[in-house]
């Protein structure tokens, strides 16, 4: 079979990981990497570093030359927030499927919009949500489908950063904190209830000034009710956690519990008479993810070469993008939202994709 040849637009913190990931997987060839101008000296380095002697480099303005590549069957977008929505329209109408980080778009709309041009355009359009293919995030999943814990009734998400990358310049461009963060833990209680929501409630404040002034906030508390009477709750916050990246999962059902805790940097523990000392836990949430992060990029890659089908579909990423603009309604209104009863996030059955809980 003849390699699959990319484009990865953006070589920044996850442009790198979705390169190097890329660069190890057998019959891909990274033909293109675009970026600004001004960082082409940077992405030389990492192609070099990763021996990719043959990628071309093209500044962002050289889009119509890079999609208008004939070889090229797939994009890999990497770039803000702001841009994905104009850099996968411009990729699906030059024939190319698509894989995106998050988010899609910057508003349900948006995000309807692109995934209808790709159902039009018979191509995959994949959000890379990486935690649906974390190995533990997959075990819990599975089991709560067995009914091991019996009827789900609750669940808990915890997801706490430092503020390592939290500049005020990466907030301008992030969409905001439902946006760029919730937006995973939204995606998440919808994947393991295995439903649409009903309604929402959250709930938020800036404690820090730079957050204030590019009108974010910086720690928010969300619930979420399904039909089943299933409830979720979301905290998550971009400061405090000075202690390490924390992200924690409880799920409760009618005859038990399943548990994610946070891994450390290493197993041992330290036993004396001052009690328990344990290892300090991992501090870079790409490091935590790193093996999803490259079992979403082969699934990608294989839906491509047409040996698996799309496991993520239109349906549960345009369900997350309404709950976010819900979950920014709230905040500001100081009220509980429903998705149910509003005409704005009917789903839009003219995709045909499957139901939320299939994905």
Not at 11 to 25: I, K, N
Not at 44 to 60: F, G, K
Not at 298 to 319: L, N, P, Q, W, Y
């Amino acid at each position: 079979m003849a390699a699959v040849n990319i484009v990865v637009f953006g070589c920044g913190r996850m442009g790198s990981v979705h390169l190097t990931t890329l660069a190890g997987l057998t019959g891909v060839r990274i033909k293109w990497v675009v970026d600004e101008a001004g960082v082409h000296p940077r992405v030389q380095q990492v192609l070099e570093s990763l021996r990719l002697q043959t990628t071309n480099i093209a500044d962002i303005a050289d889009i119509d030359t890079v999609l208008g590549d004939k070889e090229v069957t797939s994009v890999v977008i990497c770039t803000p927030a702001s841009t994905h929505e104009s850099l996968i329209q411009a990729a699906l109408k030059a024939g190319k499927h698509v894989f995106c980080e998050k988010p899609i778009g910057l508003s349900s709309d948006s995000v309807t919009s692109s995934y209808r041009l790709a159902a039009e355009k018979g191509l995959t359009l994949y959000c890379g949500f990486q935690r649906r293919k974390d190995a533990d995030f997959s075990q819990v999943c599975t089991k709560i489908r067995q009914g091991v814990i019996g009827t789900l009734r609750l669940i808990k998400v915890t997801s706490r950063d430092g503020p390592s990358h939290n500049t005020a310049d990466f907030l301008k461009h992030s969409g905001g904190l439902f946006l760029d963060s919730c937006v995973h833990d939204l995606d998440v209680v919808c994947w393991l209830a295995g439903e649409r929501p009903l309604t929402l409630v959250a709930y938020g404040h800036a404690h820090e000034e730079m957050f204030a002034e590019c009108q974010d906030v910086d720690m928010t508390s969300i619930m979420v009710k399904f039909p089943s009477g299933t409830i979720a709750t979301i905290d998550n916050s971009r400061i405090g956690a000075e202690y390490g990246y924390d992200q924690r999962l409880e799920v409760l059902g009618s005859s038990g519990m399943l548990k994610i805790e946070n891994p450390r940097t290493s197993n041992v523990q330290q036993w004396g008479d001052v009690g328990t000392v344990l290892a300090p836990m991992i501090h870079d949430g790409v490091q935590r993810y790193l093996a999803a992060y490259r079992k979403e990029m082969g699934h990608f890659i294989d839906i491509v070469k047409g040996e698996r089908e799309c496991d993520m579909t239109a349906e549960s990423v345009i369900t997350v993008s309404q709950m976010v603009e819900l979950c920014q309604e709230s905040l500001h209104a100081g009220g509980s939202h429903c998705l149910c009863r509003s005409s704005k996030y009917r789903l839009h059955r003219q995709l045909h994709v499957q139901a939320p809980h299939a994905g």
